[in-house]
T-cell receptor, first 113, second 109 residues
Framework: DGGITQSPKYLFRKEGQNVTLSCEQN?????MYWYRQDPGQGLRLIYY???????QKGDIAEGYSVSREKKESFPLTVTSAQKNPTAFYLC????????????FGEGSWLTVV | RKEVEQDPGPFNVPEGATVAFNCTYSNSASQSFFWYRQDCRKEPKLLMSVYSSGNEDGRFTAQLNRASQYISLLIRDSKLSDSATYLCVFTSGTYKYIFGTGTRLKVLA
């Protein structure tokens, strides 16, 4: 099946730990994104990548890091510097970054315990 | 003015009813517009793109009013399965998608 696969779906993290969320797409899309969704708020952009080996900070990049070594993969690391990491994280992709339809993975729920 | 505004609802409607949502945006340069559906604790899924001339997909009709800077979604003959949160999305320059907070719809039996 074509699509975007995120893992793990549920993750519990102790304070002070870094965690990495995986995102893989087989849609041959150039652009990939990471969003965070909190209750009652719209999706907020963490990082985006328009092409392999390039990525840019979004609106709330502090405490997060990414890499884009392969076209199909865009992992997100939530570092211990992120003060309030408990949220629903959504990976997305689009053919390019010119405003085409954006598609989402199933999301990852991160809870800090 | 906020970049995007949506009435959060919930809109509680009986089965078979017609319901409409609006979403206003502030960036007059926005080029692409979409409606997404998001079920509880799930990812957003594309419902339909919104074209300048308006477009229809079965029971769903989307319209764009550039002069007043809003998009609308009309759902006819509501089904129980239409219960969800509907997000408006538009683009603002390259890479940047602006998401509304969503309008919650509950269709009641």
């Amino acid at each position: 099946d074509g699509g975007i696969t995120q893992s793990p779906k549920y993750l519990f993290r102790k304070e002070g730990q870094n965690v990495t969320l995986s995102c893989e797409q087989n849609l041959n899309h150039d652009a990939m994104y990471w969003y965070r969704q909190d209750p009652g708020q719209g999706l907020r952009l963490i990082y985006y990548s328009q092409i392999v080996n390039d990525f840019q900070k979004g609106d709330i990049a502090e405490g997060y890091s990414v890499s884009r070594e392969k076209k199909e993969s865009f992992p997100l690391t939530v570092t211990s510097a992120q003060k309030n990491p408990t949220a629903f994280y959504l990976c997305a992709s689009s053919i390019d970054s010119s405003g085409n339809t954006i598609y989402f993975g199933e999301g990852s729920w991160l809870t800090v315990v | 003015r906020k970049e995007v505004e949506q009435d959060p609802g919930p809109f509680n409607v009986p089965e078979g009813a017609t319901v409409a949502f609006n979403c206003t945006y502030s960036n007059s340069a926005s080029q692409s517009f979409f409606w997404y559906r998001q079920d509880c604790r799930k990812e957003p899924k594309l419902l339909m793109s919104v074209y300048s001339s308006g477009n229809e997909d079965g029971r769903f009709t989307a319209q764009l009013n550039r002069a007043s800077q809003y998009i609308s979604l009309l759902i006819r003959d509501s089904k129980l399965s239409d219960s969800a949160t509907y997000l408006c999305v538009f683009t603002s320059g390259t890479y940047k998608y602006i998401f509304g907070t969503g309008t919650r719809l509950k269709v009641l039996a």
